[in-house]
């Protein structure tokens, strides 16, 4: 009979499909032998079952236990040193480390992930080690702030969490570091305009509108909305990067404008790009319908459709009808993803997340790169990444050179 | 007999690099955990049993070239440490269930349980490999078995995206176990096949 460590590579082979006729044969051999193995064997082909103990697997705390771990490592990591010289050893650690990513990458072939992000979740141990002086660590707060109708602005870090202002009956509430909302019943019906700007170099801030609207607004970018809404519309304007979870209201349409475009919803999730340095404005839909106008031409998306709007290009609308929603919303998650991106198109969003600055030696190139990456890294981490598909970087006093 | 290509991770792991051996890791704490604590029922003792045999690991990391055989390590070693574990506390407290192990010999301790954990394991790394948002989801559909509006609202996103994200995963996880309708058929179709099969 089998042994034990053949038996599970057996189930394991079975689970995927790939057992070979002598391996089925063994399985057989095996589930013959006892009544005992044939209810291992239903168990552990039963997806119920599974995710039952799955459940019970993962209530065991991952980042608790790298602990205790790292805290027996020194010891493991001290006889490394002794082979060779300290700088040599950091050098070669640090090359060692992009040759496994490189490894990773090439492993992957095209449209790959840099596996980096899974190490660099939560408080990422390595996130040290990267961080030299002409380096930049991903912001770590928000700095978002709100301009209100009389010019007066608060800014988000330095107040603490509770009602901020009142204005027109409306309490504008801080709930969170990144979190913001207006609440409460309007006693005037006078449109009162506020804006919250989110700077470079911000985390992600969310607001929720009067109407129970909800909006995440990405690093440098803002939104214009009156305190509360009035009349026969919702209309708001936006510069930058949103998302949006219009509130269902079938007498009061949500509009977003953005420059002479405009996006006309019931109630919907969509996504808008419309950092100026892009060069078009993009809206995404993620879920209902949306209409989106600009001059005389109007265009509708279906989920999953993306609508590109040049103003360079006089009312022309192109129409993505599948869009990678999760790249679109990759911003979201915390991640940096690309896929057939170019390097200015990286760069512009690096240089958002930062707020550094980039400069080109040379006229950048037309390759594309594809990838994902936490965005909680520091910025060597994504440079590095690149440098490893071949750009060159320098970067000093803010500022990415990118090389010939 | 290895089922993934890991060799960038196992020679990254041998030359001491921290993200591989995270990595290595992250793919077996948790079973190793889940391993234990089914042997000797102590969820905080079958923690420190795991970060110890993965120290353990650490320290003969060159004795490794391939992943099955660090993951056959891993097991063992746990395996071993619990069964000291339980004959140190033979004396102290002799539960009805350790003592049914003791009646075994130390060949057959936790064999059972050895071939559940190692096919957790592989399920567990193949929903770890997938990308973040697809992970989320699935994990939150498939094992925690909530609904679809419940984890478009947790994720403050659509039920849309969820049922994107869903579809990617399942199409990734390269599992027959996530296939709709799949075990109680081929379960149904291997005692059939038992029935028609004479016994050897």
């Given at each position: 009979?089998?042994?034990?460590?053949?038996?599970?590579?057996?189930?394991?082979?079975?689970?995927?499909?790939?057992?070979?006729?002598?391996?089925?044969?063994?399985?057989?051999?095996?589930?013959?032998?006892?009544?005992?193995?044939?209810?291992?064997?239903?168990?552990?082909?039963?997806?119920?079952w599974?995710n039952?103990?799955?459940?019970?697997?993962?209530?065991?705390?991952?980042?608790?236990?790298?602990?205790?771990?790292?805290?027996?490592?020194?010891?493991?990591?001290?006889?490394?040193?002794l082979?060779?010289?300290?700088?040599?050893?950091?050098?070669?650690?640090?090359?060692q480390?992009?040759?496994?990513?490189?490894c990773?990458?090439?492993?992957?072939?095209?449209?790959?992930?840099?596996?980096?992000?899974?190490?660099s979740?939560?408080k990422?141990?390595?996130a040290?080690?990267?961080?030299?002086?002409?380096?930049?660590?991903?912001?770590?707060?928000?700095?978002?702030?709100?301009?209100?109708?009389?010019?007066?602005?608060?800014?988000?870090?330095?107040a603490?969490?509770?009602?901020?202002?009142?204005?027109?009956?409306?309490?504008?509430?801080?709930?969170s570091?990144?979190?913001?909302?207006?609440?409460?019943?309007?006693t005037s019906?006078?449109?009162?305009?506020?804006t919250?700007?989110?700077?470079?170099?911000?985390?992600v801030?969310?607001?929720i509108?009067s109407?129970?609207?909800?909006?995440w607004?990405?690093?440098?970018?803002?939104?214009?909305?009156p305190?509360?809404?009035?009349?026969?519309?919702?209309?708001?304007?936006?510069?930058?990067?949103?998302y949006?979870?219009?509130?269902?209201?079938?007498?009061?349409?949500?509009?977003?404008?953005?420059?002479?475009?405009?996006?006309?919803?019931?109630?919907t999730?969509?996504?808008?790009?419309?950092?100026?340095?892009?060069?078009?404005?993009?809206?995404?839909?993620?879920?209902?319908?949306v209409?989106?106008?600009?001059?005389?031409?109007?265009?509708?998306?279906?989920?999953?459709?993306?609508?590109?709007?040049s103003?360079?290009?006089p009312?022309?609308?192109?129409?993505?009808?599948?869009?990678?929603?999760?790249?679109?919303m990759?911003?979201k998650?915390?991640?940096?993803?690309f896929?057939?991106?170019?390097?200015?198109?990286?760069?512009?969003?690096?240089?958002?997340?930062y707020?550094?600055?980039?400069?080109?030696?040379?006229?950048?190139?037309?390759?594309?790169f594809?990838?994902?990456i936490?965005?909680?890294?520091?910025?060597?981490?994504?440079?590095?990444?690149?440098?490893e598909n071949?750009?060159?970087?320098?970067?000093?006093?803010?500022?990415?050179?990118?090389k010939? | 007999?290895?089922?993934?290509?890991?060799?960038d991770?196992?020679?990254?792991?041998?030359?001491?690099?921290?993200?591989?051996?995270?990595?290595?890791?992250?793919?077996?704490?948790?079973?190793?955990c889940?391993?234990?604590d089914?042997?000797?029922?102590?969820?905080?003792?079958?923690?420190?049993?795991?970060?110890?045999?993965?120290?353990?690991?650490?320290?003969?990391?060159?004795?490794?070239?391939?992943?099955?055989?660090?993951?056959?390590?891993?097991?063992?070693?746990t395996?071993?440490?619990?069964?000291?574990?339980?004959?140190?506390?033979?004396?102290?407290?002799?539960?009805?269930?350790?003592?049914?192990?003791?009646?075994?010999?130390?060949?057959?301790?936790?064999?059972?349980?050895?071939?559940?954990?190692n096919v957790?394991?592989?399920?567990?790394?193949?929903?770890?490999?997938?990308?973040?948002?697809?992970?989320?989801v699935?994990?939150?559909i498939?094992?925690?078995?909530?609904?679809?509006?419940?984890?478009?609202?947790?994720?403050?996103?659509?039920t849309?995206?969820?049922?994107?994200?869903?579809?990617?995963?399942?199409?990734?996880?390269?599992?027959k176990?996530?296939?709709?309708?799949?075990?109680?058929?081929s379960?149904?179709?291997?005692?059939?096949?038992?029935?028609?099969?004479?016994?050897?």
């Amino acid at each position: 009979m089998a042994d034990e460590n053949k038996i599970h590579d057996l189930i394991i082979k079975y689970l995927k499909g790939a057992l070979s006729e002598t391996e089925q044969e063994d399985l057989n051999t095996w589930l013959h032998a006892s009544k005992k193995n044939q209810e291992l064997f239903q168990k552990l082909t039963d997806s119920k079952w599974i995710n039952a103990e799955l459940t019970n697997l993962y209530q065991f705390d991952t980042y608790k236990g790298w602990e205790k771990v790292t805290r027996g490592f020194p010891n493991f990591l001290e006889k490394q040193s002794l082979k060779t010289e300290f700088h040599k050893r950091s050098i070669g650690r640090f090359w060692q480390r992009i040759a496994v990513a490189a490894c990773i990458l090439l492993f992957l072939g095209t449209g790959s992930y840099f596996l980096i992000h899974q190490a660099s979740r939560r408080k990422s141990p390595y996130a040290r080690v990267f961080v030299t002086a002409a380096d930049k660590k991903a912001p770590d707060k928000n700095k978002a702030k709100i301009t209100l109708a009389n010019g007066k602005v608060i800014y988000l870090d330095s107040a603490a969490n509770g009602t901020l202002v009142q204005q027109q009956g409306v309490n504008v509430v801080k709930l969170s570091g990144d979190q913001l909302a207006y609440k409460g019943n309007a006693t005037s019906s006078d449109f009162t305009y506020n804006t919250l700007h989110n700077p470079k170099g911000s985390r992600v801030v969310t607001l929720i509108l009067s109407d129970g609207t909800k909006v995440w607004l990405n690093s440098a970018s803002s939104l214009r909305y009156p305190v509360n809404f009035f009349g026969k519309e919702r209309k708001v304007e936006m510069s930058g990067e949103a998302y949006f979870e219009v509130a269902k209201n079938a007498q009061m349409p949500f509009k977003v404008v953005v420059n002479q475009m405009e996006v006309q919803v019931l109630g919907t999730h969509f996504n808008i790009n419309a950092y100026a340095d892009e060069g078009e404005i993009k809206t995404t839909l993620l879920e209902g319908k949306v209409k989106i106008k600009a001059n005389d031409k109007a265009v509708q998306l279906l989920p999953g459709q993306q609508a590109e709007f040049s103003e360079a290009i006089p009312g022309a609308f192109t129409v993505d009808l599948y869009a990678d929603v999760e790249k679109v919303m990759a911003w979201k998650s915390g991640m940096f993803e690309f896929d057939n991106t170019t390097l200015p198109a990286i760069m512009r969003q690096i240089s958002r997340w930062y707020n550094v600055d980039v400069e080109y030696k040379s006229i950048p190139g037309t390759e594309k790169f594809g990838g994902a990456i936490n965005k909680d890294v520091p910025l060597s981490n994504v440079l590095k990444m690149l440098e490893e598909n071949g750009v060159k970087f320098e970067f000093r006093e803010n500022k990415i050179i990118v090389k010939p | 007999m290895d089922f993934y290509d890991y060799n960038d991770l196992i020679s990254g792991f041998r030359n001491g690099d921290e993200i591989s051996i995270r990595r290595l890791y992250d793919l077996h704490y948790r079973p190793l955990c889940y391993f234990a604590d089914k042997l000797i029922n102590d969820k905080q003792e079958a923690e420190d049993i795991a970060v110890e045999t993965f120290l353990k690991l650490l320290r003969k990391k060159n004795d490794f070239n391939n992943l099955s055989d660090i993951k056959s390590f891993l097991f063992t070693a746990t395996r071993n440490a619990c069964f000291d574990f339980l004959r140190k506390n033979k004396t102290k407290n002799r539960s009805r269930q350790e003592f049914s192990y003791f009646s075994a010999s130390e060949e057959q301790f936790g064999e059972e349980e050895m071939i559940i954990s190692n096919v957790l394991q592989l399920i567990y790394s193949e929903v770890e490999n997938l990308p973040v948002q697809c992970r989320t989801v699935f994990k939150s559909i498939f094992i925690e078995g909530k609904t679809t509006a419940a984890v478009a609202t947790e994720m403050g996103t659509s039920t849309q995206t969820v049922l994107n994200q869903k579809a990617k995963a399942l199409q990734m996880i390269r599992l027959k176990l996530y296939k709709a309708g799949f075990y109680s058929v081929s379960v149904f179709i291997y005692y059939l096949f038992f029935i028609a099969r004479p016994h050897q």
